[in-house]
């Protein structure tokens, strides 16, 4: 049974271009949430979706946008990228009523130069 | 507003001896608590968590953790270390109201000294 596989596993991108982020999500999992980590820090929150639709927000600025597919599968969109948004991009999944059951992906290196 | 906090970013030990891992919350409603590990290069995997009933929780690989209301505290240990156990370490809490955003702590480097 696959877990949640992320795509790609390291980019390299150029300050002031955008990224797309892929996510699929383990299997009976309806529920997508992404995270930013920086080097020698906790994951920080960006956001969930569930049903397609965002249901809920960190504190990341309109930079950065997401979408979930209906077979459940998501993406984050960074716009303008600055230095600062190099990090570890984690997704993880869950399912609605699964007593926060979330399986993390490996993750995606982003190096912005 | 919640918050978590590990006190001590490095934690070195050795082989055979009892790991201890501290993590401290703070949260206006009952919190729900999680101890994830991570190896270099890979994503988080989850060790143990807390939602309700019994205050000790046993996870995976020997370690387990106890979730004291009164200090706040959610503490993770095993008994004696192995050299595996070198990773690290992130506590975690989701307010009970809440729809599932996690909020970590700034994560414990366990080293394993044989």
């Known amino acids: 049974d696959a877990g949640v596989t992320q795509s790609p596993t390291h980019l390299i991108k150029t300050r002031g271009q955008q990224v797309t982020l892929r996510c699929s999500p383990k299997s009976g999992h309806d529920t997508v949430s992404w995270y930013q980590q920086a080097l020698g820090q906790g994951p920080q929150f960006i956001f969930q979706y569930y049903e397609e639709e965002e249901r809920q927000r960190g504190n990341f600025p309109d930079r950065f946008s997401g979408h979930q597919f209906p077979n459940y599968s998501s993406e984050l969109n960074v716009n303008a990228l600055l230095l600062g948004d190099s990090a570890l991009y984690l997704c993880?999944?869950?399912?609605?009523?699964?007593?926060?059951?979330?399986?993390f992906g490996s993750g995606t290196r982003l190096t912005v130069v | 507003a919640q918050s978590v906090t590990q006190l001590g970013s490095h934690v070195s030990v050795s082989e055979g001896a009892l790991v201890l891992l501290r993590c401290n919350y703070s949260?206006?409603?009952?919190?729900?608590l999680f101890w994830y590990v991570q190896y270099p290069n890979q994503g988080l995997q989850l060790l143990l968590k807390y939602t309700t009933g019994a205050t000790l929780v046993k996870g995976i690989n020997g370690f387990e953790a106890e979730f004291k209301k009164s200090e706040t505290s959610f503490h993770l240990t095993k008994p004696s270390a192995h050299m595996s156990d070198a990773a690290e370490y992130f506590c975690a809490v989701i307010r009970s109201s809440n729809t599932g955003k996690l909020i970590f702590g700034q994560g414990t480097t366990l080293q394993v000294k044989p």
């Open positions: 993880a999944s869950s399912s609605a009523g699964s007593n926060y059951g979330y399986t």
């Open positions: 949260s206006s409603v009952p919190p729900y």
